[in-house]
């Protein structure tokens, strides 16, 4: 019996019982979620630890996140806004021939102590599964997903409209984070007989430290990447994203509670099933097809909306600018709203995390910094283009004339805003956002939601897989073993509470953070000689 059938058994004969206990049950939804709740709090507790600064407790993580991503941005010269033609040439295959060039001179290009063999340099462009596109394609379905459509709505119940400003800062410093750990993902990967690549921070935290002398150190940070990344993969990457597919199915169709999450969850894991058997191949053939039709469907409609308000878009802006540094008084204040915003920034677009080097290290390239070079338009992508066009959308339906303050933060605790007597968070403002101007466009945003969905959980299976095999092995059980566990995370985050499984995410997500930058402000310097290796080859290929 090959693997794919094993895994639909498994999965069957796993799944069914559940589904019998959801139709005998009204109360599992609720069960799963009293069970989850206390571990997603003392776990975010853990993470969120604060310290104190200038009156305000400012999570460690956070401090640890933008300091990084502001030394990365000033350091390479603000290779976030110098390079981005280059990356969009990158990623439109302008330098493919660079990539297989066989003339290109080695000698002007490799270091000795970049450990390369210079007579073998150019093999090493046929090294890797995926194209420049295909690789981002995979890792932005990881990065543009419900976070962006939940988590704006999230951000902005709990800070405001100011903390949408931060948010943009948090994208643009952040695309030098994942410019400089995509570089290393690729840099430091190992390629197996097989040609099957296997990459991420777990590798170039082991393998670049032990080049520093820091072997130890450097295994243990890879070891806790890895068992993070794991975690996330099965909070932020899934349970999450589950959970808001169910809520927009069930807002859709009047359903409330029972079993209902658990059944929806189960159609959800057995549909993820089918392409995750397939390895990143087949991911990166899915994704690179639903991730431009569906950013696309959600694009356009916010441009619907955007422009059906264009008259209040000005003051919409000044609203974000002026509330991110004179935010409503009882949220926080300042450093309340660039918290809020920093935090559902990072969780949106993963900068500094390093889980987006995983997909990146599959590419088919003999340059790691021109992946590195690519992976910088993820946060841009994300965070400054849809997350922003979310946030407007969302201040036109609850503000209507974006005059003063019209916000009505009901309940921060649980992460919602009051309309009209209701509390409504996550997918469901953002849903009501869009119907105010589109009728009917709720049906057309489930779908969109549900690919989201989708696209983020087989990209996040991928991240934590080869996590699971940095720590357990390479072989088919220990395969089989990690893609049941990740199935039955599906069901759960489509059962439990938004609070939950927000808790729960963001914890998980932000704790790569601490292994990833801290290695990463080791390694640093060893992206700036792929830098200079790259654009010696581009200069060779122009001039040549």
Not at 89 to 99: A, S
Not at 262 to 287: D, E, F, M, Q, S
């Amino acid at each position: 019996m090959d693997i794919s059938k094993r895994i639909a058994l498994l999965s069957a004969t796993l799944f069914f019982p559940l589904f019998a206990s959801a139709q005998e049950s009204q109360g599992i939804d609720d069960k799963i979620n009293e069970w989850f709740m206390p571990i997603a709090t003392a776990w975010e507790g853990l993470v969120l630890t604060t310290v104190p600064i200038a009156g305000s407790n400012i999570p460690i993580v956070l401090i640890l996140l933008v300091v990084g991503a502001t030394f990365f941005t000033v350091y390479f010269s603000f290779v976030n806004i110098v390079k981005f033609p280059l990356a969009i040439n990158v990623v439109r295959g302008k330098y493919d021939d660079l990539e297989g060039a066989s003339e290109v001179d080695t000698h002007a290009l490799v270091h000795i102590e970049d450990g390369d063999i210079i007579g073998t340099l150019k093999d090493e462009g046929h090294h890797g599964e995926v194209s420049h596109f295909q690789a981002l394609a995979t890792a932005v379905s990881g990065t543009v997903g419900l976070g962006n459509i939940a988590g704006v709505a999230v951000a902005i119940a709990i800070g405001g409209p100011g903390a949408t400003f931060w948010m943009i800062v948090c994208g643009l410093l952040g695309m030098s984070s994942k410019f400089v750990e995509c570089t290393l993902g690729v840099k430091y990967r190992d390629v197996d007989e097989n040609g099957v690549v296997y990459g991420g921070p777990m590798y170039y935290l082991s393998k670049g430290l032990k080049e520093r002398g820091m072997a130890g150190f450097g295994k243990v940070l890879a070891i806790i990447f890895a068992v993070m990344c794991v975690g996330a993969s099965f909070g932020g990457g899934n349970a999450f994203q589950s959970n808001q597919a169910a809520a927009q199915i069930q807002t859709l169709f009047g359903i409330e509670g029972g079993a209902s999450g658990v059944v929806i969850g189960i159609v959800l894991a057995i549909v993820v099933a089918v392409v995750i058997i397939g390895g990143i191949k087949r991911i990166a053939n899915v994704t690179g097809k639903v991730v431009p039709f569906m950013a696309g469907i959600y694009v356009l409609a916010c441009l619907v909306i955007i422009f059906a308000n264009f008259s209040l878009v000005d003051d919409a802006l000044i609203m974000i600018f002026t509330q991110a540094f004179t935010p409503a008084a009882g949220f926080g204040g300042l450093i309340g709203v660039v918290i809020v915003g920093f935090q559902r920034a990072a969780f949106s677009n993963e900068a500094g995390a390093g889980s987006a080097a995983i997909a990146h290290s599959a590419v088919k390239t003999k340059f790691p910094a021109s992946e590195g070079i690519v992976a910088l338009l993820e946060p841009f992508i994300d965070t400054v283009v849809i997350c922003t066009m979310t946030a407007l959308v969302i201040i036109f339906f609850n503000g209507a004339d974006v005059q003063g303050d019209v916000f009505a933060y009901a309940d921060v605790q649980n992460q919602k805003v009051l309309i009209d007597g209701v509390r409504v968070g996550g997918v469901d403002l953002t849903s009501m956002a869009f119907n105010s101007v589109i009728p009917g466009f709720s049906y057309v945003l489930t779908i969109a939601i549900v690919l989201f969905a989708f696209s983020t959980m087989i990209s996040w299976s991928y991240y934590g897989l080869q996590s699971w095999k940095y720590l357990f092995g390479r072989g088919k059980g220990a395969d089989l073993a990690y893609k049941i566990i990740f199935l039955i995370f599906v069901v759960i985050g489509a059962a439990i509470s938004l609070d939950a499984v927000i808790k729960f995410s963001d914890a998980m997500i932000l704790a790569l953070v601490f292994p990833n930058m801290i290695g990463l402000l080791f390694l640093f310097p060893r992206v700036k000689e792929e830098m200079n290796r790259y654009m010696t080859a581009i200069k060779g290929m122009v001039t040549g």
